[in-house]
């Protein structure tokens, strides 16, 4: 059995095939501090109720129990004379650091999503007015073209007669 709960804690964690990464992005812990907890380097997290919390996480995800594993990081932290209570003053240390990105207001989201389905709407709506516009005035023009088209037929068919009967007309002279 291992000597601190850091290497408990990373020895569950092997045995259960669950990498790092995974705890990371499942408790929102910053892999920086989870791998401070595997190394029992706690002066590296925050500090006070920060690391029993992180902890606490750690433990529930890789299946280990949260109440030994509290009591393990404070008699761990009594041995080294240190009580863990304190809280960081810094304000480097008075956050909690994750590797994932900053999320958007619900809010900000709302009104994003909207602006953007206004501006689709928008085009959609240009798109099918131009559409139909163009439909018409194809449909308007369309007898004209069928009645121009009548008419240099009939009179492509009276040239090409008059050029057939001059030609009759020679041929015959």
């Known amino acids: 059995m291992a000597a601190t709960i850091g290497e ?3 020895l569950a964690r092997e045995g ?3 990498p790092l990464r995974e705890i ?7 892999m920086h501090y989870l791998e401070a907890i595997e190394m029992n380097d ?3 997290l925050p500090g006070g ?5 992180f902890v606490k996480a750690y433990a529930r995800y890789v299946g280990y129990d949260e109440k030994e594993a509290i009591e393990g ?5 009594r041995e080294q004379g240190d009580t863990g209570e304190e809280v960081a003053s810094t304000p480097y240390h008075s956050k909690v650091y994750t590797d994932a990105p900053a999320t958007r207001s619900p809010i900000l989201t709302v009104v994003l999503a909207i602006v953007i389905l206004a501006i689709l709407t928008v085009v959609a709506l240009t798109v099918l007015h131009w559409f139909q516009r163009r439909s018409a005035e194809l449909r308007h023009q369309a007898p004209r073209v069928m009645m ?3 008419s240099v037929a009939k009179d492509f068919e009276v ?3 008059n050029k057939w009967k001059a030609d009759y007309e020679q041929f015959l002279q």
């Open 159 to 161: 040239a090409g007669l």
């Open 8 to 10: 408990q804690l990373r």
């Open 24 to 30: 990371s992005d499942q408790t929102r812990i910053s």
């Open 73 to 77: 990081y404070t008699r761990y932290m």
């Open 16 to 18: 259960r095939g669950i």
């Open 148 to 150: 121009l088209s009548d």
């Open 42 to 44: 706690y002066k590296r």
């Open 49 to 53: 109720i920060f690391n029993r919390s």
